[in-house]
């Protein structure tokens, strides 16, 4: 299905070493839009450092970066920013004394007009309306954006996290584990959310452990072992055997005829 | 980078209607929600009770105009030394350097000034002896800022070093001894023993300074970036902002309160005192931290450090005014202080198990 279409984002034989230790060994990614995008893989397979490449915050050794086709080259997190590319961090990255709001607005607050804001006093109602129309969007019930995050419960921070990715990316955001430190409810409405915001037409790249959760919001998956993608499957039309296999490789070969093969097509 | 924001959000407004203005927020005003949440309001109470306790006791000898004047003119100094600590201190760091800054800045000028009509010097030299004092003291700060950015050396040292090293400069080119004609009778006629409207000019100033940097910490996107940095700095990378840079320019923004300091040390005795301002950063750190300002960063206010300078001012005055020994001061100073961080310790830790 996806092969008609311009890949929205992608990456072509990315190398990445550290030190003596070859984390990507030529991996390859590929997103389109409006679609969920699994990125599995055991530990150490390489999923942080391949999503710290696509979102600028390592710069790749050997290989290339693509977005919309235009190979892309990121100084850094902001380089991917303005591209329309935002990331959730596992760690949440934010700020636990400022409030909701100030965490939305973090590095892109809102000044006020004229000489006010060239002194760069803040427009403190604007970014609180905003802030409140954010969350309410994500239907995030937070009765105070101007309490400071650390009051907030596990979820709620999390939704402050999701929010600000979502209000300013138009392409891509990477999701890292989003679910990992919620309860039951709240998972379920971080999955929801993910599910809406990829109906708006923006990507989601979602890294995750958690199989059926992965099978059940995403639209496809890739698999990363060893620092290669080693397969792609459509959700719909897979299982959790066939991903573990495939992250394991105890059902290498199954798991790549099964899989719509990407391997040789990455040779161009 | 707001145009970015707006582009969004449109779209989102579309879909769901707006919240009523106001309608997710409580009826407690909200400068008076943030007032107690950063714990200076406790410290005020302290205050009060202190004035209040002195009033009574030492019926109208405390609170006299004379006392008042008093109390706010030997605060002045440590007030604006402490505006700049309490950015220091929000960012996680500490600045040790202060009183050596101070000293080397008000050496750098006096000598000037002794060059260049010593007492009797114009207002020219005047001038100039000021932008050497402030230019002194925000290129030192600078410099400790640059090194405490690099990451690799903690404030405490880098501070520490700066410490000795102001001092020992200050103590090379003075030969250790203070110089005689260090300060111009105009700038101590003026700064030093001037009044506007009934209030010495060292009060005014002092008062401006706060003012300001109050502001800029309560209202601008620098105080957010600051409070920001010493909440999460990794999170600040992230998003953009030049960490860095940003902590240059608070280290550099202390170096100049010194240097201000500096100036109206000088205006108001007239001398550079090498060897008295060996405590004025424990001093202005008390200060600062009994003010509500958080030792681990990412709290605090300029109105709190207000209060927290006061405090040993008014215990200080109030004591002798009642005829117990001030030394006391000092013993309570430094329970109170330990009472601060212990109970700032324990509003962490009840707020992250929350």
Known sequence: MASAREPLLAAHGVVKRFGHVQALQGADFTAYAGEVVALIGDNGAGKSTLVNVLSGVLAPDEGEVRVEGQAVRFGGPMDAQRHGLETVYQDLSLA?????????????EVVRGGLLGRLGVLDRPAMRREAVRAFAE?????????????????????????????????KVIFMDEPTAALGVVQRARVLDTVRRVADRGICVVLISHNMPEVLSVSDRVEVLRLGRRVASFTAADTTIEELVGAMTGSLDEPARQNGSLRKAEDGR | MTADSKEVRPAAAQQQDPPAPGGTRTAVPDWLRRAAGIGELWTFVILVVLVAFFTIAAPGKFFTQYDLTQIAVNAAIYLVLGVGMTFVIITAGIDLSIGSVLVLA???????NIHHGGPD??????????VIALAVGAGWGVLQGAVVA?????????????????????????????????????LQNSLGFGKVLGIPWLVVLAAVVTAVFGLVLGATRFGTHTLAIGSNPTAVRR?????????VTVYGLMGLLAGLGAVMWLASYGTTSIAGHSTDNLKVITAVVLGGTSLFGGRGSVLGTVIGVFIPAVLTTGLIVIGVQQYWQDVA?????????????MRRKTREQA
């Not at chain 1, 105070?144 to 979502?166: C, I």
């Not at chain 2, 008000?106 to 000037?112: H, I, L, T």
């Not at chain 2, 990451?151 to 020992?168: R, W």
Request: proline share 4%; hydrophobic share 50%; net charge negative.
């Open chain 1, 96 to 108: 636990p004394d400022l409030d909701a709001a100030s965490n939305l607005y973090l590095g892109r």
């Open chain 1, 138 to 170: 994500l239907g995030v019930e937070l009765n105070d954006v101007t309490a400071p995050v650390t009051t907030l419960s596990g979820g709620q921070r999390q939704s402050v996290a999701v929010a600000r990715a979502v209000a300013f990316a138009n």
């Open chain 2, 106 to 112: 008000a050496v750098a000028a006096g000598e000037y």
């Open chain 2, 121 to 130: 010097a114009g207002w020219g030299t005047v001038a100039v002896c000021v």
């Open chain 2, 150 to 186: 690099t990451g690799k050396v903690p404030p405490l040292i880098v501070t520490l070093g700066g410490l000795g090293a102001a001092l020992g400069i200050a103590e090379l080119a003075t030969g250790g001894q203070d110089p005689a004609g260090a300060a111009a009778t105009h």
């Open chain 2, 239 to 247: 998003a953009g902002v030049g960490v860095g840079r940003h902590l």
């Open chain 2, 333 to 345: 100073v430094g329970v109170v202080l330990v009472a601060a961080v212990y109970v700032d310790q």
